[in-house]
C-alpha cells in the first residue's frame, strides 16, 4: 500500500460516519419495537409491498385522564409520534394508519421552497438566529428518540437540552456531526416505520432527481454557501486537517466554490445520510434485520459510488449523492424482495 493511501482523507470519514450512522440506527431501530409493545404502543406498519399515495385517516385514542377520538390525516399523525411515545408513559395510546407518499413530498419540497426565500430575503443576523433555534430544536429533538430507548425519559430530556445548548454556544465541527447524525437517525426510526420500503423508495429518487438538478443549476451550492455563512449548515463537516475537528462554526469558512485543491473542508449533505437511514429503516420494520443490513450495505456501495463518479469524471467537482444511492437502494430493495 502507497502512504498516500494512508493519509488523512474526508472521503474515507465521510464513509465511515456513514457507517456509524446506519450502525446506530439499527442500535435506536431493534428497541423501537420492544420499547412500543412494552408500553401498549400500537403503530401498525403498512404492507411491505404497497405504495400509499395519499393518506386516510389516523385515530387516537388516550387514556391517561380521559378518552379523546379524533380523526386526522395521516401525514398530521407522523409527526405526533413523538409526543405519543411521551404520553405513554403516562396513559395508554393507539395510533391505526401509516404514512404516504404525497405529503412526503409535499413537505419536503415545501420546505425546500419556504427555505430558499428565507435565505434569499432575510438579513444574515436575523437569518443566523432563526436556523440556530431551529437546528438546536432539531438536535434536541434528535437526542430525545435516539437515547428514549436506553434510558429514563427524565434523563432523556435533560441531555437533549444541554447537548442542544452547548450545540447553540458553542457549534464545534466535531460536536455538529455527532447531534446531526443523531437527528438523523431519529429521522429515519421515526419517519422509516411508519412508510412501506416501496413508498420511501419513491421518495428517495424522487429527492434523488431533486439533488442532481440542484447540483446542476447551482441552487444547492448557493444554499450550503448561504447556511454556512449563518454558521448553520444541515450537512456534516469534514475537514481535511485533522486540528480543524475542533474548530468552532462561528469562524470556520465552509467555501463550497473553491477549488478542490484549496478546500479546507468536506462537505456530505445531511439529506444523503437522512434518506439513506429512512430506507433501511422501513426496510428493517418490513422485512427483517438480514434485509436491512442488505440495504444498508446497497446505499453504502451508492455513497461510495458518488465519490468514484466525482473523482474519474468531475475531477472534484460538487457531486450530488442521492442518484447514485438511489440507483443502488433500488437493486438492494429488488435483492431483498426477491432473492433473500
Not at 456509524?20 to 401498525?44: D, G, K, M, T, Y
Not at 401525514?75 to 393507539?94: A, M
Not at 438492494?332 to 424482495?337: F, T
Request: hydrophobic share 55%; charged share 10%.
Amino acid at each position: 500500500m502507497k502512504l498516500k493511501l494512508l493519509k488523512f482523507n474526508p472521503v474515507y470519514w465521510s464513509l465511515l460516519i456513514f457507517v456509524v450512522s446506519q450502525v446506530i440506527l439499527f442500535a435506536v431501530i431493534i428497541r423501537e419495537n420492544p420499547f412500543l409493545e412494552s408500553h401498549n404502543i400500537n403503530f401498525p406498519r403498512p404492507p411491505s409491498g404497497s405504495i400509499s399515495v395519499w393518506p386516510g385517516t389516523v385515530t387516537t385514542t388516550s387514556t391517561a385522564t380521559s378518552v379523546v377520538t379524533s380523526t386526522t390525516p395521516v401525514s398530521t399523525g407522523i409527526l405526533t409520534v413523538t409526543q405519543t411515545i411521551v404520553t405513554k408513559i403516562i396513559g395508554e395510546t393507539s395510533v391505526s394508519g401509516y404514512s404516504s407518499l404525497g405529503p412526503i413530498l409535499i413537505y419536503f419540497f415545501s420546505v425546500v421552497i419556504i427555505l430558499g426565500l428565507i435565505l434569499f430575503i432575510v438579513p444574515l443576523k436575523v437569518l443566523s438566529i432563526i436556523l440556530k433555534i431551529l437546528f438546536v430544536v432539531l438536535f434536541c429533538w434528535g437526542m430525545f428518540i435516539s437515547l428514549v430507548f436506553f434510558i429514563p425519559i427524565v434523563a432523556t430530556l435533560v441531555i437533549a437540552v444541554v447537548v442542544g445548548v452547548v450545540w447553540f454556544f458553542f457549534p464545534r465541527v466535531w460536536l455538529h456531526n455527532a447531534v446531526l447524525v443523531l437527528a438523523l437517525v431519529s429521522v429515519g426510526a421515526v419517519f422509516g416505520r411508519l412508510i412501506s420500503p416501496w413508498t420511501a423508495m419513491i421518495v428517495l429518487a424522487a429527492l434523488a432527481i431533486y439533488d442532481f438538478l440542484a447540483v446542476r443549476f447551482g441552487y444547492m451550492v448557493w444554499m450550503a454557501k448561504r447556511m454556512s455563512e449563518s454558521t448553520t449548515l444541515p450537512a456534516i463537516v469534514i475537514p481535511y486537517s485533522k486540528s480543524n475537528w475542533n474548530s468552532s462554526l462561528k469562524t470556520t469558512d465552509f467555501v463550497v466554490e473553491e477549488k478542490p485543491s484549496d478546500r479546507k473542508y468536506s462537505i456530505l449533505g445531511g439529506g444523503d445520510i437522512g434518506f439513506s437511514l429512512l430506507i433501511i429503516a422501513s426496510v428493517y420494520f418490513a422485512s427483517g434485520l438480514i434485509p436491512g443490513i442488505v440495504m444498508a450495505v446497497f446505499t453504502l456501495l451508492g455513497l461510495i459510488a458518488a465519490y468514484w463518479i466525482q473523482a474519474v469524471f468531475l475531477k472534484g467537482k460538487p457531486m450530488p449523492a442521492l442518484p447514485p444511492i438511489a440507483v443502488l437502494s433500488l437493486i438492494g430493495l429488488l435483492v431483498v424482495n426477491f432473492i433473500v
